[in-house]
């Protein structure tokens, strides 16, 4: 029953996920591609140059459609999580969804990072934005821990749970975010 119920909770975390990808991406063709996510953000560089902080006023789009991306990623890892599932009973000798959802955390957590050090001409977004950033950190750190602790055998379900509880703030939060914001 146990199992059942995790198996449960995760499908249904990949359907808010897949739902909201789909939606969000309507007029996309449906090709993202992961790694290519997980590696690069938007207005990232790639050097070791620190970023200098955005002018007073500064527009928030870009981060906008970072957070947009991020959600993207943790929708993609939840469902290669799933995948996972279906034919493995353990996360154990299996790194690669560890370390994607570590990625996915550091990545939300220098967004956040980069909005908390701007002067946004919207200070009500800003704060919005900061803590749809804050969600997607505690999603994918629900992901990280469910797989650590799976890892270290121990049950996934209490991270996955954590992380559920997340997604639903999140959706709840981001939904709020577009309609008063896009």
């Known amino acids: 029953p146990m199992i059942i119920g995790v198996l449960v909770l995760v499908i249904l975390i990949l359907g808010v996920g897949v739902g909201y990808y789909m939606y969000t991406n309507a007029g996309d063709n449906g090709q993202a591609n992961y790694s290519k996510i997980e590696k690069q953000a938007p207005g990232s560089s790639g050097g070791t140059e620190k970023e200098q902080p ?56 220098s967004a956040k990072d980069r909005l908390n050090g701007m002067n946004a001409a919207d200070n009500a977004k800003k704060e919005a934005l900061m803590n749809l ?17 799976n890892q270290n055998g121990g049950d996934y379900s209490l991270g996955f749970q954590q992380g559920t509880k997340a997604s639903y703030s999140f959706d709840a939060a981001n939904s709020s975010f577009n309609a008063n914001y896009k």
């Not at 955005?54 to 957070?67: M, S, T, W, Y």
């Not at 999580?81 to 996915?104: C, E, P, T």
């Not at 950033?133 to 821990?145: H, W």
């Open 54 to 109: 955005a002018p007073a006023g500064a527009n928030l789009d870009e981060l906008v459609r970072e957070k947009d991306s991020i959600d993207t990623a943790i929708g993609e890892l939840a469902n290669r999580i799933n995948s996972h599932l279906s034919s493995h009973s353990s996360f154990r000798g299996y790194d690669g969804l560890k370390n994607d959802a570590k990625a996915i955390i550091d990545r939300a957590n």
């Open 133 to 149: 950033f804050s969600l997607e950190i505690d999603r994918a750190q629900g992901l990280y821990k469910g797989i650590v602790d």
